[in-house]
């Protein structure tokens, strides 16, 4: 407040200036006054406040002096709790801990002082049972017993030496007591089987199945000792290793032999005390036995096994069933029926299936046969309640023909292709494969089909006046094939006719499977005979005829089952053409390679012929000589094994083939010749004329010499180089005007053969050096 004041007075001072001297005093007054009115309202409130304030802090110092006796006093508690009761304290806990571990090492002995006792206890009460014969008291005391024992030996820290004694002392009692059980097993169920361990059929007639498992009159008050005997078996945890050792010689020496051999009879003997099963053979109607005989055996065996053995019912509480009760019959089940089944189909339902589709309606007797089979056993309790995998493979027999059918065609087709190939027949424009009619295409629903009537009728198309082609136009010509091949083709006619009356899935894989039999031709054959069609020149040709069948049926197979085919098929998919290049490729390369080998072989005798030089020499006319007679040889005995083979037109083009090779040689290694004397023209031209003479006599396509002569006057239109080797003979006997003149200016006969160099060459060779030689040249032009 003083310094407010002090800046008022300050505020009047500074304005003192422009203040009215008669008003300054009278200011001044006022402001003083107000000052002190100031000054007083100051003190007023100082003096409020702190009479407020002084009982405060008289509290506050109260409460201070109290907390600081409380503070002492916590100290002095503390000091005598840290002092004594803790030390008490400490001694109670450590008495506690001692007192607990004792009860718990008190209790531990006393728990495995039970455990022995009842240990103990079970041993003694096993043995006692096991001498009265109560097998399954006997059985369930010692597995109470491994149980105590369990219990010991899984106490962590706590061992004894007895334990191992114990142990010991079980696994005697346990193998003393399968002992026992074994010996009554063997007395139940008695085995005779021969010194044999196969399973022939003389073994099967001699083995037996003796079953005592019928109670005498005393063991009937008792109650059955079969029971007893399995029931302890599986308490201890061995009936399935007995049962499993008794289903094996039961599918030995019993199911299995029933399914196999259709001449076994299975005969049942019941005895006051045991019950025998056997066999005996007889002859049987047929080779294989039909599922309906098969499944009758078979359950007059179950039935005999399920009322004297099978028909037990045994607790069993580890396993997943109602009240952990199962028949002896169900346990054997699971043990032997996939094995069973498996045989059942291998051996009897596969052999069941019909090899043709019209056969497919009276299947369904083995069908029902075989859920009337599975019905049985499921009665029997031997089968659980769901279908099993034999009742699928019975009804699922669409799929089972058709793999079956497919695989016996692909096995036959398979047969034919590694058969003999020089076995042959002759293919003539008349010849067909041997086919049953086919259902007419029109009686189906094939809406798009055109018929020609139709087309002509609408005058689409119309042949008349015009030339009309041979009815064998596009057929193939005569020639050779293998019987196989013929045969080949008749079962991919009858597969595909046999799809057209088969269901959609059976067609589509037959005709897939008539596709793999080509495929399968072209793999097979090659590769299968490969060494004989190198090796001899007529199985090359039958193999080029082979396949040119082939490929001649493969154009319109696809089309002639067109519209009798499934519609999946039908649109066009049912084709084999894209196959016919493959098939002409295949029988070309192995042509090809027929020819390639004559010609080394002409070409290699030529070269023994010393250049045709130096004709004059004996000895190399006779080299000469002999070369010329060996190729004639080689043509005539090519022609002789590829007669009535080839086609005449295939024939007649191969053997110019050859023969052209082997003229060509000649022709070049005469004009290559740079000294040609009279004497050595003479004897070229001797040479050349057994060509000339003995050539053509090679063309013999046909067995008919007189139908020959046209083929051999044809020389010229297979043999290129014959002309040119026509004109070399004339070369070598005429002078040297004579060759101007067949020269003409190259408007000649001879300038359409050899080129002027060759002509001028042969002149050089021929005559000497004079100026009608250099007249002679220069006309050659």
Request: negative net charge; glycine residues 4%.
């Amino acid at each position: 407040m003083a310094a407010r004041a002090g800046s008022l007075v300050a505020a009047v001072l500074a304005h003192s200036g422009r203040l009215d001297k008669e008003h300054l005093g009278t200011r001044v007054g006022r402001l003083s006054r107000r000052v002190e009115e100031l000054k007083g309202e100051v003190c007023n409130m100082i003096n409020k406040k702190y009479s407020e304030f002084l009982p405060s802090m008289q509290s506050a110092e109260e409460l201070v002096a109290q907390v600081d006796g409380l503070s002492s006093n916590i100290d002095l508690l503390r000091a005598s709790i840290e002092n004594e009761v803790q030390r008490d304290l400490n001694v109670a806990v450590a008495e506690f801990t001692e007192l607990k571990q004792q009860l718990e090492r008190d209790t531990l002995v006393l728990s495995v002082l039970k455990k022995l006792q009842e240990f103990d206890r079970a041993i003694k009460e096993h043995r006692t049972a096991l001498l009265e014969k109560k097998y399954v008291a006997a059985a369930q005391q010692l597995e109470k017993a491994r149980g105590s024992l369990r219990n010991l030996e899984s106490r962590k820290g706590f061992e004894l030496k007895i334990l191992r004694a114990l142990g010991t002392e079980l696994t005697v009692q346990t193998q003393n007591m399968l002992c026992h059980l074994g010996e009554e097993w063997q007395k139940l169920i008695v085995w005779q089987l021969p010194p044999s361990k196969e399973s022939s059929l003389e073994a099967v007639v001699h083995s037996e199945l003796h079953l005592h498992t019928m109670p005498s009159k005393e063991e009937e008050v008792a109650g059955p000792p079969v029971v007893s005997v399995l029931q302890a078996l599986a308490v201890l945890g061995e009936l399935h290793t007995r049962l499993k050792a008794f289903g094996q010689l039961l599918l030995k020496y019993i199911l299995k032999p029933v399914i196999s051999y259709p001449s076994l009879q299975p005969l049942t003997e019941e005895r006051p005390d045991v019950l025998i099963l056997r066999f005996k053979s007889e002859e049987p109607a047929l080779d294989q036995s039909s599922p309906m005989e098969v499944f009758d055996k078979i359950k007059l065996i179950f039935e005999v096994l399920h009322k004297y053995l099978l028909n037990v019912p045994l607790e069993q509480p580890g396993e997943d069933r109602k009240d952990g009760r199962v028949t002896l019959a169900e346990l054997l089940g699971e043990l032997i029926w996939e094995e069973l089944s498996n045989c059942l189909v291998q051996n009897c339902l596969v052999n069941s299936i019909p090899s043709n589709s019209s056969k497919l309606e009276q299947y369904t007797e083995v069908i029902k046969s075989t859920e009337e089979f599975e019905k049985a056993l499921k009665n029997m309790q031997f089968l659980k309640g769901d279908t099993t995998d034999l009742l699928k493979y019975a009804r699922n027999v669409n799929s089972h023909f058709a793999s079956k059918k497919c695989q016996d065609v692909i096995a036959a087709a398979r047969n034919l292709m590694t058969s003999e190939i020089h076995n042959t027949v002759k293919i003539t424009p008349e010849s067909c494969v041997t086919l049953p009619q086919l259902p007419d295409p029109a009686s189906g629903d094939h809406s798009k089909m055109q018929k020609p009537s139709n087309l002509l009728h609408n005058g689409t198309v119309n042949l008349e006046g015009e030339t009309r082609l041979s009815q064998h136009t596009f057929s193939l010509p005569t020639c050779r094939i293998s019987s196989s091949v013929e045969q080949l083709m008749e079962l991919v006619y009858q597969t595909l006719l046999e799809a057209t009356v088969s269901t959609d899935q059976c067609c589509v894989q037959l005709f897939y499977s008539v596709r793999r039999i080509f495929q399968l031709f072209y793999e097979v054959v090659p590769t299968y005979h490969k060494e004989s069609l190198q090796k001899f020149p007529q199985l090359a040709a039958i193999h080029h005829n082979n396949c040119m069948y082939l490929a001649h049926h493969l154009l319109t197979l696809g089309h002639q089952f067109r519209y009798r085919t499934t519609n999946i098929l039908s649109n066009g998919a049912a084709s084999f053409v894209d196959l016919v290049p493959a098939f002409r490729r295949l029988g070309m390369e192995c042509f090809k390679a027929q020819m390639r080998v004559q010609k080394g072989e002409i070409l290699e005798r030529l070269s023994s012929a010393r250049n045709f030089s130096n004709m004059d020499d004996e000895e190399n006319f006779r080299a000469a000589n002999k070369a010329i007679r060996q190729v004639l040889h080689q043509l005539k005995r090519l022609g002789q094994v590829w007669q009535d083979v080839f086609p005449v037109n295939v024939y007649c083009k191969a053997m110019g083939t050859l023969l052209n090779t082997a003229l060509a040689e000649i022709v070049t290694r005469i004009v290559a010749l740079e000294d040609i004397s009279a004497e050595d023209a003479d004897r070229l031209y001797s040479l050349c004329r057994i060509m000339v003479e003995e050539g053509p006599q090679v063309f013999t396509p046909l067995p008919e010499e007189e139908k020959n002569k046209k083929y051999q006057e044809e020389v010229p239109v297979y043999v290129e180089k014959w002309m040119t080797f026509k004109e070399l003979m004339i070369i070598l006997q005429a002078n040297l005007q004579e060759i101007v003149d067949q020269w003409a200016d190259g408007k000649g006969p001879l300038a359409a053969e050899f080129s002027a160099a060759e002509v001028k060459s042969l002149i050089r060779a021929l005559f000497q050096n004079t100026e009608r030689r250099a007249a002679a040249l220069a006309k050659i032009k």
